[in-house]
């Protein structure tokens, strides 16, 4: 899995943050999504496959990306197949932090500090290229539309 195009977490990520306010609402049901991202990106680079409500790594082979290697590693871990449910509902202390420093990493968002009431210290993020955003928005709605996926992402 090259880095030319963005994770589906990756995405999700840069389309959750709020331009105005380089924040994301409903942080607990992002951590859920950003997890239940990784098991979909795994499944089509062929690294785990579905078996009902159960996951399992079949091929351990590194994909490229440093979330996605340690979330398989994880998987591996677990040995025997779970239940995909248990990892989404699974304690992912930092997942969405994690993603947003990998984000920082490659440049697509930008770490700004700042303060709450003056006092306490705070991160947003700018995404660093909105355009990007928009070309992500604009598939999502050409999909939605027609009904018709632009690619299996």
Do not use: F
Request: proline share 8%; net charge positive; aromatic share 2%.
């Amino acid at each position: 899995m090259g880095r030319s195009r963005r994770t589906i977490p990756e995405e999700l990520l840069l389309l959750a943050l709020d331009p105005a306010t380089g924040t994301t609402a409903q942080p607990q049901t992002l951590d859920l999504g950003l997890a239940g991202a990784q098991l979909v990106e795994l499944a089509m680079a062929g690294r785990i496959v579905p078996d009902g409500d159960r996951i399992a790594a079949v091929n351990p082979r590194t994909t490229g990306d440093p979330t996605l290697d340690h979330a398989l590693e994880l998987l591996r871990r677990r040995g025997s197949a779970g239940r995909a449910v248990q990892w989404i509902g699974g304690p992912r202390l930092g997942l969405r932090q994690t993603y947003l420093a990998h984000l920082e990493r490659c440049a697509m968002v930008r770490a700004v500090p700042g303060q709450v009431c003056g006092v306490l210290p705070t991160t947003r993020y700018q995404a660093s290229d909105d355009c990007t955003n928009s070309a992500i928005k604009e598939r999502l709605d050409t999909a939605i539309r027609t009904g018709v996926p632009p690619d299996p992402r």
